[in-house]
């Protein structure tokens, strides 16, 4: 069975720092995409950050540009964004995503986590 854990979300006053984490499980992704999306009360699901199966190419919104950064560790089937300069506006349940390339993974990812909640205060 596939699993996708997120982890590492919590309460951060604004300005702050949080590390996400996604531990995958059940098979092997180290030459799938992966990705973050992110989805805040009454809004649709929305993509934050993609990295491809090297770690070789990566993908943001514009909206967290030069504030997170994506990585992954194939060793330990891990996936990571660091998030810095919190903003209340990031405030929504974080998502870990899986896809057969980059333009999957940004779009429409095959596999999804359940999710950990960020939660930015002003």
Not at 29 to 57: K, L
Request: charged letters at 15%.
């Amino acid at each position: 069975q596939v699993q996708l854990v997120e982890s590492g979300g919590g309460l951060v006053q604004a300005g702050g720092s949080l590390r996400l984490s996604c531990a995958t499980s059940g098979r092997t992704f180290i030459s799938y995409a992966m990705g973050w999306f992110r989805q805040a009360p009454g809004n649709e699901r929305e993509f934050v950050a993609a990295i491809a199966w090297d770690g070789g190419s990566t993908r943001y919104a514009d909206s967290v540009k030069g504030r997170f950064t994506i990585s992954r560790d194939n060793g330990k089937n891990s996936m990571y964004l660091q998030m810095n300069s919190l903003k209340p506006e990031d405030t929504a349940v974080y998502h870990c995503v899986v896809g057969t390339s980059l333009a999957v993974v940004t779009t429409e990812p095959g596999y999804w986590g359940q999710g950990t909640q960020v939660t930015v205060s002003s």
